[in-house]
């Protein structure tokens, strides 16, 4: 199978980017995107020349590190699957590839299709984590929870932080990432007694660190590789609305600056 591809070259944030044109025929359809970068890869470092710098971990779609555009869509046109997942049997023999970077403000980039996506983990930091004393692990059936909660907090949970959402908005919104991790510790009994003070604090470390605001555009949605609904956003917005008129609009968010530890999720 003979695959060209466009990659987005940049050797440093400061220095200028340009598209660069490779060409393989040793691809196979049974490749992944991320082992078709392999294989250019293995022949730039057989002439000598600086492979493609781009993240991957667990190339199962779990981790979430993976992650750029491809032909102009988050994760490529596989719907519900990371890049990791896509496979070059959903292309075109003899076909190009146009691969970028994630784009927002508040994924600065630092070297080819690798960006710094550490602005999540400060949203996270500023409220996505219960405190309360939950204790042992209670046995199911004593805490009653309903099933249409169980399953919407199963679902927001799913979410695994890789960006795509923001990248596909056209306003550069993290508002289905910040409403899955609200909703998914919202929607349980352990994260009702924070539910308000999260929502504020997690909405407003969102936009301290430059992303745009939601229009329901709902690319957002359709490049998530969890498919987590829109659903997450009213329920944030639901959360963020009752902390204000309650009274807790008074609480300040927890923004983590850059070079802080991070909290693993």
């Known amino acids: 199978m003979r695959i060209a591809l466009e990659v987005w070259r940049q050797r440093s944030p400061e220095a200028p980017g340009q598209f660069v044109r490779y060409e393989t025929t040793e691809a196979s359809p049974d490749m992944s995107l991320l082992e078709l970068l392999d294989v250019v890869n293995e022949g730039l470092v057989q002439k000598g020349e600086e492979p493609i710098a781009f993240d991957s971990d667990c190339r199962e779609g779990i981790c979430g590190t993976c992650g750029f ?6 994760h490529g046109p596989l719907q519900g699957a990371a890049a990791c997942q896509v496979y070059l049997r959903n292309f075109r023999d003899g076909e190009t590839l ?3 970077p994630f784009r927002a403000k508040a994924f600065p980039l ?4 690798v ?3 550490s602005a999540l983990d400060r949203i996270i930091a500023a409220g996505g984590y219960v405190t309360v004393n939950t204790g042992n692990a209670p046995e199911a059936n004593t805490s009653t929870i309903h099933k249409d909660d169980a399953e919407q907090a199963m679902d927001a949970a799913a979410c695994i932080a890789c960006g795509a959402c923001i990248a596909a908005c056209p306003n550069a919104s993290a508002a289905l990432f910040t409403g899955a991790k609200i909703t998914h510790l919202g929607k349980l009994p352990q994260g009702q007694p924070e539910q308000g003070r999260r929502a504020l604090r997690m909405v407003r470390a969102a936009a301290a660190e430059g992303f745009g605001h939601c229009t329901f555009a709902g690319e957002c949605e359709t490049a998530c590789p969890k498919s987590i ?3 997450v956003i009213t329920q944030m917005n639901h959360d963020y609305l009752a902390a204000r008129l309650s009274g807790e609009g008074h609480v300040q968010p927890r923004h983590i600056e850059p070079g802080t530890p991070k909290r693993r999720r």
């Open 69 to 74: 555009m491809v032909n102009g869509l988050a």
């Open 98 to 100: 146009w691969i970028e």
């Open 110 to 113: 630092l070297k080819d299709l």
């Open 115 to 117: 960006i710094n996506r």
């Open 229 to 231: 609904p829109l659903q």
